[in-house]
Every structure is written in structure tokens, then in C-alpha cells.
């Protein structure tokens, strides 16, 4: 059973930072892209960053240079960077699996986390 867990969300005050963190388990670690997606109240979900196998990454303009995606193959975690936060990342953030980069680039995936909140104030 493919299991993740996402942790670090709260509170964070604008042009602050936070770390994301998602535990997988249940799947064969390299061979799944990985990402994450987040849904702000009345709006769709939308993809932010993704990881493919090799360690490649693809970052959503809104983001870009300002998160960082990256995993630790060996307790087979993912994480995202964020830094300088603005009040329009405040949203649940999820993270993802799939086999198919293609499917993660148009904002699918076959498994997901239960989602951690996070708050940007000024």
C-alpha cells in the first residue's frame, strides 16, 4: 500500500520561509516522479513542483526561484523549500506520486497525500 505523509505546514509570516516534508513508503522509490500540487480555497488545484527519477526538477512560474524541491533517496523523502512566501502561497500543499512525468506535468497523479496547511500572513 502506497503511503505519504506530508508534515511542516503552519503559520509563516510573508518574505518567511518553510520546509515541507513528505514520507513515502510502499513504493519503489526510484522509479516514481514526485511532486507537489496545493489548492487555495476556491481555486484549483495546481501543480508546483515536480521531481522526476533522475533527479530533474520543474518548477511553477509563480514559484520558481523561490521553492526548491529536492528528496533524500535514502529515507526516501521528499521535501520543498519554500522561501520568500507571499500571501499567495497560503493553500493546502499535497504531495504526489506517479510513474508518468506526464501525468504529474498536466496535475495528475495515482497517489496522494492527505495534504498539509500552510498560512502565509503580514
Known amino acids: 500500500e502506497v503511503q505519504l505523509v506530508e508534515s511542516g505546514g503552519g503559520s509563516v509570516q510573508v518574505g518567511g520561509s518553510l520546509r515541507l516534508s513528505c514520507a513515502a513508503s510502499?513504493?519503489?522509490?526510484?522509479?516514481?516522479?514526485m511532486g507537489w500540487f496545493r489548492q487555495a480555497p476556491g481555486k484549483e488545484r495546481e501543480r508546483v513542483a515536480i521531481i522526476d527519477t533522475v533527479g530533474a526538477t520543474n518548477y511553477a512560474g509563480a514559484v520558481k526561484g523561490r521553492f526548491t524541491i529536492f528528496k533524500d533517496n535514502v529515507e526516501t523523502t521528499l521535501y520543498l523549500q519554500m522561501s520568500a512566501v507571499e500571501p499567495e502561497d497560503t493553500a493546502m500543499y499535497y504531495c504526489?506520486?506517479?510513474?508518468?512525468?506526464?501525468?504529474?506535468?498536466?496535475?495528475?497523479?495515482?497517489?496522494w497525500g492527505q495534504g498539509t496547511q500552510v498560512t502565509v500572513s503580514s
Open positions: 504526489a506520486v506517479d510513474r508518468s512525468y506526464n501525468m504529474m506535468i498536466n496535475g495528475w497523479a495515482q497517489h
Open positions: 510502499g513504493i519503489t522509490y526510484s522509479t516514481y516522479v
